[in-house]
């Protein structure tokens, strides 16, 4: 059976000192209480060695925020797939809102990276979701699913390798969740239109994210078609991720 996927995403945030205590702690909860799911950090570039230093020999997964479409060249500035693999990188965040938004990232760019991920042997974790305005206008599902139908046109062949995370952008960082039926609605749409693209479609763990935290994790991850959490926010104090990881049963 599948296990669920808890991942923190620490966006830009973290110092050495940071993220030592954090992880350190972490990691100690960890071998306290074995988790019955996998879990991942996704750290900013810079901080990969070093969390990939700390969690050398644990099943704690190093996870990275962000990677380039291009191959290798003359990108400045870029993170290529391939160097993110030399961090022992096993999953990265592609298409998340904060890239959509302020970086103009659009659906075949976004599906572009998820490619060179699964080409450079990491797991895409293929973001989307819909802004207030979009789910007021109706249109909920026309916008994740067009989100999701350009990942799965370049990549259809390898498909059930992606984790897919659902992240209403009204939700993210906002303290406002998707009720877990809001969320448990989206994440059947999503799993009906994998299950068109991919003959195992419950291979793919499909998360939810947008400020899930320790009250509500729980309620949200008892959903038939939620298969673990993205966690921004509550994943930079340790307490709150144990309590997250804690609560997949
Ligand atoms: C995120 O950054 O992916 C996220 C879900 O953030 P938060 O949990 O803070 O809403």
């Given at each position: 059976m599948k296990k669920k996927l808890i991942a923190g995403n620490w966006k830009m945030n973290g110092s050495l000192a940071s993220n030592e205590a954090l992880l350190r702690a972490v990691l100690d909860g960890m071998a306290q209480q074995a988790p019955a799911c996998d879990v991942a950090v996704a750290a900013p570039a810079p901080y990969l060695a070093q969390v990939q230093a700390l969690t050398a020999g644990s099943s704690l997964a190093v996870a990275a925020q962000d990677v380039s479409?291009?191959?290798?060249?003359?990108?400045?500035?870029e993170v290529s797939a391939a160097m993110l693999k030399e961090f022992s990188v096993r999953y990265v965040l592609v298409g998340h809102s904060e890239r959509r938004q302020?970086?103009?990232?659009?659906d075949s760019l976004v599906a572009i990276k998820a490619q060179r991920a699964l080409a450079a042997g990491i797991t895409p974790i293929v973001c989307l979701g819909e802004t207030m305005q979009e789910r007021e206008a109706g249109l909920t599902e026309a916008v994740v699913k067009r989100q999701l139908a350009a990942v799965i046109h370049l990549n259809g062949h390898c498909i059930s390798e992606i984790v897919v995370a659902y992240e209403p952008v009204w939700a993210i960082g906002t303290g406002l969740t998707a009720t877990p039926e809001q969320a448990q609605e989206v994440h059947a749409v999503l799993r009906s239109q994998l299950a068109a693209a991919t003959?195992?479609?419950?291979r793919i763990r499909l998360l939810y994210g947008g400020s899930m935290n320790a009250g509500n994790a729980a309620a949200l991850l008892?959903?038939?078609?939620?298969?673990?959490g993205l966690i921004?926010?509550?994943?930079?104090k340790a307490p709150d991720f144990l309590q997250i990881i804690a609560s997949v049963k």
């Open positions: 479409a291009h191959e290798a060249g003359a990108y400045t500035g302020y970086h103009h990232e659009n003959e195992q479609p419950d008892a959903q038939p078609d939620i298969d673990g921004g926010g509550a994943s930079l």
